[in-house]
């Protein structure tokens, strides 16, 4: 991977298009088929190169930020030339140009100039051309010939840390007028600005989206670290502009109280209070006649107080959808459940140093571009090379794809190499982790995110997770049985009869996974799991 001078790149992408294809497939396929080639060719003819196509969409990257300017000023002008299928209509295509650094293999290119693009484009309308500030001071006054430019100030788009001020083409033979752009702050929320950039989930942010449609609870559950609340708060973004009284996240790790839960919810929401009424019927009062998203976010500490609240809302406001995030279900009537897997880690095989596509095949795991973009925050000349490639393998795979885990290990390369940290992470627990100072306890370490889920847990599911970690390769239902069962009979003593129940539970709080795939059902646990408890299992003296 080699990095390069300042690329311009321009994003493209149909609204709409979803509908389209539900009511006018064949139609729609017509359609596509012309939108396809009058973009391409728009692109090609001003120099642009198509490294790129997801969805109904293009990516394209220019020389230069006037030619790029030009080849979407002429995308839009033969889009609206084009002849298109009386079902579908002209398809309108929203398009936004960022000029930045990038990172470039095989032909394609990796970076957040890439991530920005993306934002700004998402953010636009059909028929509307965005340049951000970089592209525009480029551009300079050398646009195309009867072409200007619009300010429509600033806009923080989502999950970017620093807003963006766009500027809109405007041309005589091209629509000028838009609603607000679907910036976060175009809409109410109280969705946090992110620090990071958000890395992979691509499959499952389009299936969550789609579940979501379908449902008015949907629970994102899985395991500590892996991701839940940052995947939870990039969908409610994504979604903003769908809920006309905006998206709201309900933080509730602070709270050690099931009573304060609809207290907190009317704070963010500021319902104002009512002596007539307790915090519970002013929220509902509140809510009936409301459109919005609510995320309520780490549940599973207050898990009934979560689930009556979430009940109550489904009962009695029709317009409000809820994401929770949580270790285990509500277990609500109406609850959809979406497992949140760790992210893809490199395969063995394909990234061992013999393998001659070792570092693309690296380079494609989610796992591994995102420590490679944490790398970068402390190490900023960093970049994959065939030389560290299976380093960042080792590391992704001994850490089971846990974005938390990843995250922590990333400081350590100021003072470091990627060998000595991926030798060390054969025991994780004993690497010393450099957590934020802000970060509540359990997010600062691996051991404080386990002990978390750890210390919820009644004595004779922690008694079982710790005897379970003697099996280093999975185990069947019937050797659980025979292994982890107490001699004695006592208080606490696991049966033979208690271990399917008590397996469900760890199943159930995202601590066991399950594998039906063969013809008997397997169970396992991530690394992660099984170390930490392996370290329980010691201790018990067991």
């Known amino acids: 991977m080699r990095a390069q001078a300042e690329t311009t790149f321009l994003f493209t992408d149909i609204e709409g298009s979803s509908k389209l294809w539900e009511h006018h497939r064949e139609a729609m396929s017509v359609a596509l088929n012309c939108h396809d080639t009058v973009v391409q060719s728009a692109i090609a003819s001003h120099g642009g190169q198509v490294f790129s196509s997801g969805g109904d969409g293009f990516c394209a990257a220019f020389r230069d930020a006037g030619s790029a300017v030009a080849g979407a000023l002429a995308t839009q002008l033969a889009l609206k030339q084009a002849a298109w299928p009386e079902e579908t209509g002209p398809l309108l295509v929203r398009i936004a140009l960022h000029t930045g650094e990038a990172k470039s293999r095989d032909g394609n290119y990796f970076g957040p100039a890439l991530n920005r693009c993306a934002r700004l484009r998402d953010a636009g309308h059909g028929g509307q051309v965005l340049l951000s500030r970089r592209t525009t001071e480029l551009v300079g006054g050398a646009l195309p010939q009867l072409a200007e430019l619009r300010d429509l100030g600033e806009c923080q788009l989502r999950d970017l840390v620093h807003p963006e001020h766009p500027r809109q083409l405007l041309h005589p033979d091209i629509a000028a007028q838009f609603p607000p752009l679907r910036g976060l702050n175009a809409f109410p929320n109280n969705l946090p600005v992110q620090a990071t950039s958000f890395v992979g989930r691509t499959r499952e942010m389009s299936e969550i989206t789609r579940q979501l449609r379908k449902t008015r609870l949907l629970t994102l559950t899985g395991l500590g670290g892996v991701g839940k609340t940052r995947l939870a708060m990039h969908i409610g973004a994504d979604l903003v502009h769908e809920f006309d009284d905006g998206v709201w996240v309900l933080e509730l790790a602070p709270l050690s109280d099931p009573d304060l839960i609809a207290r907190a919810a009317c704070g963010i929401l500021r319902v104002p209070e009512d002596a007539d009424q307790s915090p519970e019927q002013a929220l509902i009062a509140h809510l009936r006649d409301r459109q919005l998203l609510m995320i309520l976010d780490n549940c599973e500490h207050l ?193 033979s009869d208690d271990v399917l129940e008590l397996l469900g539970e760890l199943v159930e709080k995202s601590l066991v996974t399950i594998d039906d795939r063969q013809e008997e059902m397997r169970y396992a646990m991530l690394e992660t799991v099984r170390q930490y408890a392996a370290e329980k299992l010691e201790e018990a003296g067991e």
């Not at 280093?472 to 004695?488: C, F, K, Q, S």
Request: glycine fraction near 6%; charged fraction near 25%; charge should be positive.
């Open 303 to 495: 898990i009934e107080g979560s689930a009556a609240l979430a009940e109550d809302i489904l009962r009695s406001c029709p317009g409000v959808s809820l994401i929770a995030t949580s270790r285990q279900s509500l277990g609500v009537p109406g609850e959809t459940l979406w497992r949140v897997p760790p992210l893809s880690a490199p395969q063995r095989r394909r990234a061992s140093a013999k393998a001659p596509d070792a570092t693309s095949a690296v380079a494609n795991c989610e796992s591994a571009q995102l420590f490679v973009d944490r790398l970068s925050a402390h190490k900023p000349d960093f970049a994959l090379t065939s030389e560290n490639a299976v380093a960042v393998a080792s590391i992704c795979q001994k850490l089971d794809g846990i974005p938390l885990a990843l995250e922590l290990a990333a400081p350590w390369v100021s003072v470091l190499l990627l060998s000595e940290i991926a030798q060390r992470l054969d025991d994780r627990f004993r690497l010393p982790q450099k957590g934020r100072r802000t970060a509540t306890p359990r997010q600062r370490t691996l051991r404080g995110t386990m002990d978390w889920s750890h210390d919820l847990l009644p004595e004779r599911e922690r008694a079982l997770l710790r005897r379970l970690s003697v099996f280093a390769g999975g185990w069947t239902l019937e050797a659980a049985e025979r292994v982890t069962v107490d001699p004695i009979p006592g208080p606490n003593a696991i049966r």
